[in-house]
């Protein structure tokens, strides 16, 4: 397998007529988080949405583990090892948490059990019996964090997994991010909180119109401080 787990060259990407992405160039070794940071209408969430092939049109390059995908359909790119976690959770709402988790296909060999699971997210075993509507914002993230683990997928996309939670929620999920790491996962975060994505990344992106318009390393935070503010205002 490829050292570098996702390398995207040259991607531009559509919503019908609209053309949202222009040439967007960056790449993520096996085992990196890193962050695709902007504001609102940068273009970050369509980024994951064109990784996967839910855009109308796309070209450029994308390697997953070093195989080209920018023509494969959504079914055999999930298959390659990613799992998606959409800013809208997509949890089954007349479900159970439990029989959410259940529901999910393994697309990839070392998808976590429901004993692991629970040990990652405590609310889960609690609310376990709960159906979809019954559970918090917080517990819904978590549940849609939890699913794509049982998958067996290793290249995490996490869109937006704080907003609107409680910082009790926010510094739990820190944890799970960083327990995830430490397991070897490999993640994206786009997210409009830096305080909690600053610790975690390796790297950071930053994404304005449709491209990559600076790259941060974690050690370069300090002195390219003024210049993450210009872009978004923190």
Same mark, same amino acid.
């Given at each position: 397998m490829?050292?570098?787990?996702?390398?995207?060259? #040259?991607?531009?990407?559509? =919503? %019908? *007529?609209?053309? !949202?992405?222009?040439?967007?160039?960056?790449?993520?070794?096996? /085992?990196?988080?890193?962050?695709l940071l902007?504001?609102?209408?940068?273009?970050?969430?369509?980024?994951l949405k064109t990784i996967l092939g839910l855009t109308s049109k796309r070209k #450029?390059?994308?390697?997953? =583990? %070093? *195989?080209?995908? !920018?023509?494969?359909?959504?079914?055999?790119?999930?298959?390659? /090892?990613?799992?998606?976690?959409?800013?809208e959770r997509g949890i089954f709402a007349s479900l159970s948490a439990e029989e959410n988790l259940l529901l999910l296909p393994e697309i990839a060999a070392g998808g976590m059990g429901l004993d692991e699971i629970y040990e990652m997210f405590p609310n889960l075993y609690d609310r376990r019996n709960s159906p979809g509507t019954r559970l918090s914002g917080g517990e819904q993230q978590m549940l849609a964090m939890a699913r794509i683990l049982r998958t067996g997928a290793k290249?995490?996309?996490?869109?937006?997994?704080?907003?609107?939670?409680?910082?009790?929620?926010?510094e739990k999920l820190a944890e799970v991010v960083s327990s995830l790491?430490?397991?070897?996962?490999?993640?994206?975060?786009?997210?409009q909180n830096f305080r909690f994505a600053a610790p975690?990344?390796?790297?950071?992106?930053?994404?304005?119109?449709?491209?990559?318009?600076?790259?941060?390393?974690?050690?370069?935070?300090a002195e390219k401080a003024a210049l993450l503010n210009e872009y978004l205002g923190i």
């Amino acid at each position: 397998m490829s050292s570098v787990a996702l390398k995207v060259e #040259g991607l531009e990407s559509w =919503y %019908g *007529e609209s053309h !949202i992405l222009h040439g967007v160039d960056f790449s993520v070794n096996n /085992g990196e988080v890193v962050t695709l940071l902007g504001r609102n209408g940068a273009g970050r969430s369509t980024i994951l949405k064109t990784i996967l092939g839910l855009t109308s049109k796309r070209k #450029g390059s994308i390697r997953i =583990y %070093g *195989e080209e995908t !920018i023509a494969m359909p959504t079914y055999r790119v999930a298959r390659l /090892g990613i799992g998606y976690c959409p800013e809208e959770r997509g949890i089954f709402a007349s479900l159970s948490a439990e029989e959410n988790l259940l529901l999910l296909p393994e697309i990839a060999a070392g998808g976590m059990g429901l004993d692991e699971i629970y040990e990652m997210f405590p609310n889960l075993y609690d609310r376990r019996n709960s159906p979809g509507t019954r559970l918090s914002g917080g517990e819904q993230q978590m549940l849609a964090m939890a699913r794509i683990l049982r998958t067996g997928a290793k290249l995490l996309l996490l869109d937006e997994i704080t907003e609107g939670l409680a910082p009790v929620i926010v510094e739990k999920l820190a944890e799970v991010v960083s327990s995830l790491r430490s397991k070897g996962f490999t993640i994206i975060l786009v997210e409009q909180n830096f305080r909690f994505a600053a610790p975690l990344a390796d790297r950071h992106y930053v994404v304005e119109h449709g491209r990559v318009v600076e790259v941060v390393e974690q050690r370069e935070l300090a002195e390219k401080a003024a210049l993450l503010n210009e872009y978004l205002g923190i």
